[in-house]
């Protein structure tokens, strides 16, 4: 036995993107308990809906964060249309589900490269951020913005991908794949990076479940837990699969993120293949929402709720974003507990936290 | 070995090609098109109707009717375009090319030219003076129709006066 | 009305969405039954809606996607139980409540005391008017009482 002490960790810290505080319950090496802290980004931007018109205030639900923009932009609007009973074109839903394929390809690079930065793989950092940027180009080319996109209204989208620009997003997807190939061979299979990944932070089965964990958190302890199998927008169509592992360790995770990012490529091609060749991309919204709906979309980090409650009137009563970094805030308590301190962040960079989204 | 070196290909690799970034301030950054940068407007097609300003969600847009004005503060726009889709006469627009940093958060107003305000606010007395004269033979005609009905009215109320008292 | 609008939007998707309206009291009960049936809390969130709140626990089915969510209507100085006794990440939702809308929640075993998001303004998310509570909690007063405070926020 030996002695408690506390540690704080964050929020300022090299490892750490955004901050969170962390109250780590040390003994010796080991991490007994872990308390985190937030608010230190709370905008209050929920509160902003009761102020805004409801097709106005999408484009506040779009800057919630830089990263997972399209997912809220797409939330928003589903949940909109779910309580005014709007049937988007289905062009619309294919290019909604291209889109937020794309952003989920950015967010997974991302990611990866902070992991290979946090545990001192620099080089393996710049590799990853080299290929996002391909996929940011793409994204730049066809809705206008790098991250935040603004590309969708209740009711459809604004923006069409015309066929030149399809084939250079095909042609350079099959570049992208090439190069996460070879770059996610060191994640997988390279002595040193397994050395600190494997049996990190495991969480099993049914912790995952006791502690709501929901996303690549949760489906890398073999939950199969993916909003996209409600089949929402053309999800459906598309003949969507779970990405699912088994084991529950930071390794898993990591494979997760990474065979998603080939199932989102795949899915992108899908939607370009089964993609009406006209049509609409929006249809007239008319009148003020009246009532309530609960919104469950697959964001890149996993499960997100957006609720939206109107009586009526041009602005919503109120908005709710439940990101998925909140509801994962237990599992990493969870994994960090019997954790040594060395691990600790690549722990918190394992959950993938946006704490901008969390605190909103 | 081959657990060891997977990175080595990639550097490899990397160590005889090209630079992937660009010399920038050398080598100008080719914006492909519809990119959102910012803002701008032909102010002179603008007819200060309002309703970009009504559409802003961060409320940086100003409008002055009578001075003939536009007003952004570039500092608090968000580029969402919903201004450009929101103009009923279309002359704002989203352009490439962001707003360079400066030390204090400024308003940067366009004016309308002379010409176009003086033909504005002749157009708006021309069109107050009809309303004008709209509006007193509407006045003329409500005069007679009041006094019309509060003829009849005078007749039926004489009838109905009764009704009320029993209650 | 919202939940056939629902209905309608759902009918392709596969899982139900549906809310069903329950009592204050009968919220832990309800939540033991959730967590009995295997089903995974997915969010908690408050709303000030025709001065009174409308809070929603809701429960994901990760098996069937089915989505239940639990509907409690409470006045202003009443007070819920907690229930992160049987869902220990229930905690952040409920000081979260707590704290953006000035919710009493009673035994939460991880109370920050209105220190989770560090902001000024207590309860920022009610309108202006309802912010301070004129009385003190509605445990602490004899039921009639509450009665009337209640009756003073409905005015």
Known sequence: MGKKSVIPFGPQHPVLPEPIHLDLVVEDERIVEAIPNIGFIHRGLEGLAPDRDFQKYLYVVERTCGICSFGHGLGYVESIEGIMNVEVPERAKYLRVVWAEMARMTSHLMWLGFTADAFGFESLFYEAWRIREKVLDLMEMTTGGRLIYSVLKVGGVLKDITPDMQKKILDDLNEIEKETREMTRTFLDDYSVKTRLVGVGVLTKQQAHDVGACGPMARASGIVCDMRMRGYEAYADLGFEPVVSQDGDSYARCEVRINEIFASIELVRRAFERMPKEGDLAVTVKGNPDGEYFARIEQPRGEAIFYSEGHGKPALDRFRLRTPTFANLQALCETLKGAEYADVPILILTIDPCISCTER | ?167 | MSEEAADKKTAGLSGKSVIVPIQAEELVQKAVEMKKKGLRLSQACCSWVNNQYEISYSFADDETLDYTTLRILAGRTDEITSISEIYPYAAFYENEMEELFGLKIRYINLDYHNRLYRIKTKAPFLPEDQREVTSGPAAEKSPDVAEAGKKEDAN
């Open chain 2, 1 to 167: 070995m081959s657990r060891v070196m997977k990175f080595a290909p990639v550097i490899l690799k990397n160590l005889f090609s090209k630079p992937v970034t660009r010399q920038y301030p050398a080598v100008p950054i080719q914006y492909p098109e519809g990119d959102r940068g910012h803002i701008e407007i032909q102010i002179d097609r603008c007819i200060s109707c309002g309703m970009c300003v009504r559409s802003c969600p961060t409320g940086t847009l100003s409008v002055d009717r009578m001075k003939g004005t536009w007003t952004i503060n570039r500092f608090d726009c968000v580029q969402c375009g919903y201004c450009v889709l929101k103009c009923p006469v279309k002359c704002l627009s989203i352009v490439p090319g962001y707003q360079v940093p400066e030390r204090e958060k400024t308003a940067q107003t366009y004016q309308k030219s002379p010409e176009v305000l003086k033909a504005e606010a002749e157009k708006r007395a021309k069109q107050a003076a009809l309303a004008k004269e709209m509006a007193a033979k509407k006045a003329a005609a409500l005069k007679a129709k009041k006094e019309a009905e509060a003829a009849a009215a005078a007749g039926k109320a004489a009838e109905a006066a009764p009704a009320p008292a029993e209650n």
